[in-house]
C-alpha cells in the first residue's frame, strides 16, 4: 500500500505561484512512478507531470511546459510541482498520485494510489 498526502494548495492571481508538496509512505516499489494530475469543474481529468522516482526522467503537458517543475526529494519521500506564470485556466483540484511504472504519456489508469487532493484557485 502506498499513501499520498497532497499541501500547498491556495488562490493567487493570475501571473503567481504556488508549490505543492506530496509527502508519499508505503511499500517503495509501487511508486516507481510520481505523477501530478488536475480535475477543473466539468472537465476531464488531465495529467499535468510525472517523475521517475531515483531520476531525471519527466513529462509534462504541453500546457504547462516551460511554467511548471517536477521534482522530487527521495530523503524526504516527497515529490514538489513547482508552478509559475500561473493561469486562470489551472484552476483545478490536484491530485498526486502513484504507480509501479511510469508510461510514455499520461495514463491515469495506470495509476493505483491517489491522494485526496489540493485546490488551486487562479484569478484573473
Known amino acids: 500500500q502506498v499513501q499520498l498526502v497532497e499541501s500547498g494548495g491556495g488562490s493567487v492571481q493570475a501571473g503567481g505561484s504556488l508549490r505543492l508538496s506530496c509527502a508519499a509512505s508505503?511499500?517503495?516499489?509501487?511508486?516507481?512512478?510520481m505523477a501530478w494530475f488536475r480535475q477543473a469543474p466539468g472537465k476531464e481529468r488531465e495529467g499535468v507531470a510525472q517523475?521517475?522516482?531515483?531520476?531525471?526522467?519527466?513529462l509534462y503537458a504541453d500546457s504547462v511546459k516551460g511554467r511548471f517543475t517536477i521534482s522530487q526529494d527521495n530523503a524526504k519521500n516527497t515529490v514538489y510541482l513547482h508552478m509559475n506564470g500561473l493561469k486562470p485556466e489551472d484552476t483545478a483540484m490536484y491530485y498526486c498520485?502513484?504507480?509501479?511504472?511510469?508510461?510514455?504519456?499520461?495514463?491515469?489508469?495506470?495509476?493505483?494510489?491517489w491522494g485526496q487532493g489540493t485546490q488551486v484557485t487562479v484569478s484573473s
Open positions: 508505503g511499500s517503495t516499489n509501487r511508486r516507481n512512478c
Open positions: 517523475i521517475v522516482t531515483g531520476s531525471d526522467y519527466t
Open positions: 498520485a502513484a504507480a509501479r511504472w511510469c508510461f510514455s504519456s499520461f495514463n491515469g489508469a495506470g495509476f493505483d494510489y
